[in-house]
Structures are given as C-alpha cells and as structure tokens.
C-alpha cells in the first residue's frame, strides 16, 4: 500500500472513531454503518482523483459533489415539500428535511429519537469533518492540522451529551484515530527519506548494528515505534490523571450528575421546563409534521385543547413548572381544584382516544383538561397541581415518553357561564399567596398597564375579559413568530411596548397582569384541537403548539382565557360579549356552543367589523378539514428522477465512452499518425506512460518490454512503429498506402496490454483511463489561448488610444 493510499485510510478511521462520540447523542446507531459507507466511498473518490491526478480543487469538488449526490439519493422521498424535479429536490425537499433536522435538535432531550432530519444532520457533518481530514491530512499532506476538525466533532458531542460512563471510551477513539493517523502520516515522511533507522541504546554501536542488527551492538529503535509508544503513554495519561483528582470529578470521567426527575428512581420531583425555545421553532416549521392523531365524542371539538403541563412560577428571568412532589397514576383522578358542584353537575365526560408520532418524544402527556382518568402503558407519574402525566424514570439518563404511545384519557368539558365567573367568591387563600407572586424586578409598566385596562371593572371575570380584549381585539397588538424570543421581566415589558410577539408573549404578559391585579394565574403549554379529517379524526401538527393563559375562580376552578390574535385560536364561549349576535358564535376554530359537528359553510366576514372577526364572530367554518390532494408522485416527478436515476448510472462511465469514441474517431480517420496516438495511449492506460523523446521503433520495443506483450502484439507494434517512421522520414509519397491493416493491428496491441495487467489495473484503465488527462491539457491550453488573445488585444488597444489623442 501506497503511503498516500494509507493516509487516506488512516484519515477515514480517524473521522469514523472521532464520530462514535455522537452515537451517545440519539437512541439508536442504526445511522452508523450508513455513514461509514458514505464516508468510504467518499474517501475512495479523493483516492481514485489524486491517481489521475486531478489538481487538488478538483479532488475537494469531486468529494463534495459525490458526497451530496450520495446524501440526495440516501434521503429522497423523506422531505414533505411539494416540489417537482432534482433542482425542487435539493432545494426544497432537501433544504427542509435540513431545517427539521435542526428543528428536532431544538426540541428532544437527548438521547433523541432519530428522525430523518436529525439522521440527515449526523451523517452530513461525519461526511463534512471526513472531507476536512482527508484535505487536511492527504491532499495537503497536514495531518496535525486535521486533528481541528476531529476535536470540534468531539467537543460538540461531548457537550451536548454532558459526558457519562461512556465517554473514556469515546475519547480513546477518539485519541485513537487522530494518533493512529500522525503515526501513519510520519511513516510516509520517514519512507521518503529512505530506510527507516533510529539511534542506538548503547553508546557505542558498529555501523551494521545502527541499521537494525549486530551481534552485542543492540537493536536500533524506530522512531515509528518510539512514536506509537509516547503516543500510548499520552493517552494513558489522559485517562488517568481526570481520575485521580478530585477538581477533575466532573469532566471527563465524572458523573452526568443528577438527571432531570429528581432524587432516587422513579423521579421524586417535576423540574423546572422552559418551552420557549421548542414552542417557537414548532411555531416557525416549515414541514408542519403531525405529531399526534385523536379521535373524540366530545360535542365541542373547539375545546379539545390537549394540554402538556402548566407554569406556574415566575422567578423573573422566565415561567418555569415548580418542583413539585409526584404520586403514583390513580386510577380515577381527584376532582380539580376549586371546582364547584354546580359547574361539575353540568360538566360532561369525554373519551379521547390518542396516538403519538414515533417522532414525538415528549416526556409530559398531552391530555385535555381536565383529565379524570388514563389508560396508557409504561412507567408514568402523577403530578397533582398540574394534573399533569410525566414520564418516570427507565434507567439512567432515560425516561418514559410519549413517543409512538396510543392512549386513552377522559376528560370533563366544563361549560362555566359567564355569570358563575362573575359571582366567583374569593379564591382560597393558599391559592391565592401561591399563584399571584410576582418577582421584585417586574417592571412597574406591567402593573400600571393591567390597572389602566381593566378600570371601571367590579370584578376578577371581568377584569380578566378586559385583559383578553386588550391584546385579541383593541390593543393594537400583531401576532409575529419570527419576533426574538424572551420570557423575563423585561421581555414583558419590551413585548407591552413594541406590541408584536407570540402565543408565549401574550400568555405570559396576561398572567403576570392578572397576578398584579390579584387574580390568580397560570400559563398551559399544549396544542390547539388540531385539524379535523375527513374520516372523523383530528391530526395535530407542529403549528398547533400553543400557549395559554389559565385564571382561578373559585368554583370553576383553572379556566382558560385567549388573549393571542392568531387564526385557529378559540376564544372560549364565557368570555364572549353577552348582547346576542346577528351571526353564528363559532369562532374561527370552533364550534358554537350548541354545535355538535364543526360548520362546513363559507366565511361570511367581508364586512365584519375587525374587532368582531378577532373575536371570531363573524362566522366561518369550526374547525380546519385537512382532506387531502391524493398521494403518490406525479408523471412528471417519476420522469424527472428515472432520468437522474439513469445519469447517475451513466456519470461512472463517461471516460470510458470518451475513451470509446475518441478511438473510433482515430482509427476511423485511417491516418497512420492518428492510429499511433491511439496505441500511445492505449498504453498509457495500463500505466507505460508516454516517452517522447524515443523514437517510434524504441517507443514500440519499450512498450512491448513494460507491457510483456505475446509475440503476435509485439510484432503489430512494430508494424505500427514502422508505419509510423515512413510517415515521417520517408520522402513524399513513399509511405502512401502505409495504413493498411493497422487499426486491427492497434486493436491486437491494445488487448495485448490489457491482457498483460491486473485485474484492478485492467478496470483502471477502462473506467479512469490516465490519458483523460488530455482534456484538461486541451482546456488548459485553450484557456491560455483565449488569455493571450485578449492581452495582445487589450495592448493594441492602450497603444492606439494616445495616437487617437494626439490626432
């Protein structure tokens, strides 16, 4: 093996070992071999360049370009763009699985589930460091620098992982791979020095013993072999030395330290979740992929809210789920707080029955609220406040999820009437002191702000009805997810000013108002209803995440208000104006009150007063119909991908049909001197390259010494070679009719040389013939043409323009 052949082998293990550290990262490493062989065939396309040769630029192009050919092909199909044709594909198709990839990072613990775009995210960044390694360590011949790469690969899955059991493992092959690779690369340098020899460990040594032997003169040592020894002992020491000092506990070979669920198994405690940042890029997805499917008998589809878990405690810096104790999951659920048996007598049960994505890996249970009972298998924990199902703990650093569950809750759709929100009495006072606190640093805008908007109001409802109006209908405020996120004390501020944000900005502004009029409240973070098909279920999707505020009322208990200005958003029945409509009360994702099915007929709000139509009074249909457009490609798409199929089948062979029709062109021509370029680099080829400074008759007998030819190919070589030389030295007319019979002549040698290689040489210089290398001289010197036409134009021109002047 060639030393440039074992550096491109030693770079590939190192990128392969360095990129175990991401494995830790998702649940699964099915991704591995497929990267692996990605990375491979990668690596062999920079070999198989560098032998042409190609000059480096094309070597990177050509990698990069097979590369991304590869990952199109690997990931065709797993986009949900509607795009037709490779450009569509590798634009849109490919370009948003990319942004759910970096979606779905943002949104799952690790480990996470691994979904195509996460998939699509490692293998692109394995095949993006190789491709780095393999530039800096054989093609510019650096293989220290190639350890950058392989230490920012490390150091990002180290620090998303957090470190663990396994990461002195990762690290050694790691340390491995880019060791293993410097050895490899000093090997070469050493090799091109001539024997490999080393000082002696006696003082005195004969010159026999100095190149490795002699009797009594000890043996030389290696500086190959010294190498791989002070490379064992620095990664020994690596190990070894965060192990025994204590400062070191926590790098390395420390603990993961306490996992989110608390002390002990089974998860003691609820911690501390901020779903802002997940919340807003679902909100901003492009794929919009269901995550959850339902089926329900609830009468009011519109308020079948499936609710995740709820804040309730604003420190200041951001809404965040207080610790709290867990239960086990009874098997019917407690009453919820503060409701009353007036309200509960008109309550109704509903079945809800749910199934979740495999790519939805949510720990909190989406239910809607509030939930009397589960049915649902796996390890699960019950939160009572929150009335919230988190999952338990499985093994460290793993838990329960929802992931790809199908459950069953029941549920109680409460129907308050405005006047029971009214007439609430006092909430109760541990209520009260708990979920109206406020942190010191709350700007006073806010509480001067909510105190301004609901003046003149006699009572908590309709304080909280002012406050809803205020940011849905009459405050001016524009619903924009693209808006810099933030949930503290400032962001709130910043959000009343600016007046433009999302469902997270309006929820926590709504509460922090309601606490500083003391109301007592709370933010939900779930989903909306979801959209409704055509065979009675109800998908959710990524756009539907929502947040919500929830208000106290003593009586009815937590009761959901709607202060975001956003399509799809219910606003519920008890905050409505109570002076009756001319129009139906179904607001845009809603059904009325009395509806039991959604509403199929058109909007009517061309004329709607845009307050009324914030409010969702103007009419229009309850909830969305997804009934889809039929599935399966179009014609146009099966041509277009059965052609690139059929190119890329076809890309592999173009030299050796270049090869094919620029023969057939030379002995087609019946030119001797064309028949003699032919056999030049037929056998060029097989490796015999072109020495012109021979003559015909030596070139001939050189090709037939290198070529081992049989007696009948060396005899049409020399019948070429003689052909040749009376072309070119005999007087005019004497070689006249000299061409006879040497195409079969040519074809004889040329199968001749053929026959005389390896198998391996022999596809070589059929599939990657060395005198394509004539292109690039051809292009080359056209270029050099059209560059030298041009200068000596541009210099007629500057000597003409001061004569033009002087005339």
């Known amino acids: 093996m060639s030393g440039r052949a074992r550096l491109t082998l030693f770079a590939a293990l190192a990128t392969l070992l360095t990129s175990w550290s991401l494995v830790g990262l998702v649940d699964t490493a099915s991704w591995m071999p497929q990267a692996a062989l990605l990375l491979c065939v990668q690596s062999a396309v920079g070999a198989g360049a560098r032998r042409v040769p190609l000059a480096r630029s094309l070597t990177v192009t050509s990698q990069a ?44 613990a690790i480990p996470a589930p691994l979904t195509d775009g996460i998939r699509l995210l490692l293998m692109s960044g394995v095949l993006l460091i190789g491709l780095l390694v393999d530039v800096l360590a054989v093609t510019a011949r650096s ?25 002195w493992f990762t690290f050694l ?51 190959v072999r010294t190498g791989r020894r002070l490379g064992a002992v620095a990664l020994g020491l690596a190990l070894a030395v965060p192990a025994v000092l204590p400062a070191l506990g926590s790098g390395l070979l420390g603990g993961a330290g306490e996992g989110e669920g608390g002390s002990g198994p089974g998860g003691g405690q609820i911690q501390a979740v901020n779903p802002l940042v997940s919340l807003q890029s679902s909100l901003n997805a492009q794929d919009n992929r269901v995550v959850l499917k339902y089926r329900t008998d609830s009468p009011q589809l519109g308020e079948q809210y499936l609710r995740i878990l709820a804040l ?29 048996d007036e309200v509960r007598a008109d309550a ?29 298998g796996g390890k699960w924990r019950f939160e009572p406040a929150g009335r919230t199902l988190v999952g338990d703990q499985l093994a460290k650093d793993k838990f329960q999820n929802v992931q790809g569950a199908q459950y069953t809750v029941r549920s109680l759709l409460l129907r308050p009437t405005a006047e029971q929100l009214q007439t609430a009495p006092k909430p109760n006072p541990l209520i009260e002191s708990e979920y109206t606190r406020l942190p010191d640093n709350l700007p006073p805008v806010v509480a001067e702000t909510a ?54 900005h309006f929820a926590f502004s709504m509460a922090s108002m309601s606490r500083s009029l003391g109301i007592p409240a709370r933010v939900a973070v779930g989903f909306t209803p979801g959209a409704k098909q055509s065979d009675g279920s109800v998908n959710v999707s990524m756009r539907d995440a929502h947040a919500w505020p929830e208000l106290y009322f003593e009586g009815v208990g937590w009761t959901r208000f709607e202060p975001t200005p956003r399509s799809g958003i219910t606003v519920p029945d008890y905050s409505r104006p109570e002076a009756p409509q001319t129009q139906p009360t179904a607001p845009t994702a809603a059904p009325s009150k009395s509806a039991s099915e959604p509403s199929a007929a058109p909007s009517k709000a061309d004329d709607c007063p845009p307050d009324m139509k914030k409010l969702g009074e103007c009419g229009g249909p309850a909830l969305r119909q997804d009934t889809g457009s039929g599935g399966g490609p179009s014609l146009r798409a099966v041509l277009t991908w059965t ?104 074809l004889v040698v040329r199968a001749g040389l053929l026959a005389g290689v390896s198998r391996g040489a022999r596809l070589r210089a059929l599939l990657l013939p060395r005198s394509a290398a004539r292109l690039q001289w051809s292009a080359a010197a056209r270029w050099s043409a059209l560059t030298s036409a041009a200068s000596a134009r541009l210099a007629a021109v500057r000597l003409r323009l001061p004569l033009r002047g002087r005339g």
Not at 72 to 86: D, Q
Not at 661 to 678: D, M, Y
């Open 65 to 108: 370009l097979v590369s991304l050919l590869l990952l199109a092909f690997v990931f065709a199909g797993k986009g949900e763009s509607t795009g037709n044709g490779p450009l569509a594909y590798l634009v849109t198709d490919f370009g948003a699985l990319f942004r759910q990839g970096v979606q779905d990072v943002g949104e799952f």
């Open 173 to 223: 092959l790691a340390g491995s791979g880019y060791l293993l690779l410097l050895l490899a690369e000093g090997r070469d340098r050493l090799a091109q020095w001539g024997r490999v020899f080393g000082a002696a460990p006696s003082e005195r040594v004969s010159a026999a013993s100095a190149y490795g032997g002699g009797p009594g003169g000890g043996q030389a040592v290696s500086p």
């Open 348 to 376: 109704v049960e509903v079945r809800t029955s749910v199934s979740s994505s495999e790519t939805y890996a949510q720990r909190y249970l989406p239910m809607p609220y509030p939930a009397t009972g589960v049915d649902i």
């Open 643 to 746: 052609a690139v199929g059929l190119a890329a089948l076809v890309l592999p062979f173009l030299p050796l049909l270049w090869r094919g029709r620029v023969r057939a062109r030379r002995l087609g021509s019946r030119e001797v001197l064309a028949a003699w370029r032919e056999l030049g680099d037929a056998a060029w080829d097989v490796g015999i390259t072109p020495d012109e400074a021979r003559s015909p008759r030596g070139a001939a007998a050189r090709m037939v010494e290198l070529g081992r030819l049989e007696p009948e190919a060396a005899e049409a070589a020399a019948r070429i070679a003689g052909a040749v030389e009376r072309v070119l030295y005999a007087p005019p007319g004497a070689g006249a009719g000299s061409y006879a019979g040497l195409s079969s002549d040519v």
């Open 312 to 340: 309730d405690e604003f420190n200041g810096v951001k809404w965040e789920a207080s610790g709290r104790a867990l239960t086990e999951v009874p098997a019917r659920m407690p009453n919820p707080p503060g409701l009353g």
């Open 451 to 504: 105190r301004r908007v609901t003046q003149g109001a006699k009572d908590d409802y309709t304080r909280a009805v002012k406050l809803q109006d205020y940011f849905a209908v009459n405050g001016g405020f524009r619903y924009d997810t693209k808006v810099s996120s933030g949930t503290g004390s400032q962001a709130i501020a910043r959000f009343l000013a600016d007046k433009e944000g999302f469902c997270i």
């Open 143 to 167: 293989a220290a620098a190639a350890g950058l790469p392989l230490l920012a690969l490390y150091s990002v899955a180290a620090g998303l992982s957090g470190g663990g059991e396994s990461s």
